[in-house]
């Protein structure tokens, strides 16, 4: 039942019970009974000559999620008090199966650029600082499987030929506590994320603020990545406190 939610992560948000059917290859009678069961619940709704969408209830939870996350809760000042120092976008992700997925974000007014990285967009572990700082922070065997599965994504990103060179490459991001990128995601823009972690120390998300601006004086970073690392471990804290 959870796969037909599934079929709405992608670009096709619309999907009639004959293409559920032959992409999941359950027979007619099981779908009809699961599409009941998610369409009364509020998950789906049926719309004539269209099929079925996301229903009413995902908005509901998504709202409810945003007013009560202890991680949103304790992040939102935090990123506030970043941005009134360090003019740009904060965003909030935490980790989401083999993917990062943006939380929530903040942004400074007038800054003349934007990100498509929005709340509810999730991107691969591979790319920007705050995907980066928390594969950095992964289990060894979840960054063995990442690289199992797809090797050449880490090569492209400029991490090593093999596994070991990957290892070696997180190892030093997490030496030095934070990941600083510059126009890997978008190009004149310099991202700096650090980790937060939670009442057990295992990694849960990261806190981040991308600058409009790229080849930064190595005091400004400083001052950017001091700022992130002391807002990521009050969140930490928070959520600590909270488990």
Known sequence: MISILDLFEGAEMEWTPEAMAERLELTRSTLYRYLKVLADAGLLASLPGVGFTLGPRIAELDFRMRHSDPLISASRPVMAEILAEIPGIALLCRRYRELVLCVHQETSPGIGFRSTYERGSARPMLRGAASRIILAHLPPQALRKLHQSAPEDFIAAGMGADLAQARSHMRAIRQRGVAVTS?????????????????????????????????????????????????????????????
């Open 183 to 243: 126009g890997e995601l978008a190009t004149g823009v310099t991202g700096v994320a650090a980790p937060i972690f939670d009442s057990k120390d295992v990694i849960l998300g990261s806190l981040s603020v991308t600058v409009g601006q790229s080849n930064l004086a190595p005091d400004r970073v400083a001052f950017i990545v001091d700022r992130v690392s002391f807002g990521a471990r009050i969140v930490s804290k928070a959520i600590a406190r909270e488990s």
